[in-house]
Nanobody, 119 residues
């Protein structure tokens, strides 16, 4: 059984910073990609950033402000969020794609962590 657990969410003022972490646990052999998505009330879930071997991709709305990184040895992905705006307020979800456990490969989601940007 694989679990993804996010942490680091909270309340921050506009212009502030937060760092999200997500740890994948279980009998994991490998993970191809890890990423962050977000979903605000009444809106669809959207991609924030994803990291694959040798590449990263960001939504246009966060380019230059957010940085995704990964520690493969710890099966952990981070999202450093700087210059936060009120429109960044969302529940942030961690994703792990093509997770190999034994002979099986599937994708997993975390439960989400709330980020609120408000003065």
């Amino acid at each position: 059984q694989v679990q993804l657990v996010e942490s680091g969410g909270g309340l921050v003022q506009p212009g502030g910073s937060l760092r999200l972490s997500c740890v994948a646990s279980g009998n994991i052999i490998s993970i191809y990609a890890m990423g962050w998505y977000r979903q605000a009330p009444g809106k669809q879930r959207e991609l924030v950033a994803v990291i694959t071997p040798g590449d990263t991709h960001y939504a246009d709305s966060v380019k230059g402000r957010f940085t995704i990184s990964r520690d493969n040895a710890k099966n952990t992905v981070y999202l450093q969020m700087n210059s936060l705006k009120t429109e960044d307020t969302s529940i942030y979800y961690c994703s792990a794609d093509r997770v190999r456990v034994g002979a099986k490969i599937r994708d997993y989601w975390g439960q989400g962590t709330l980020v609120t940007v408000s003065s």
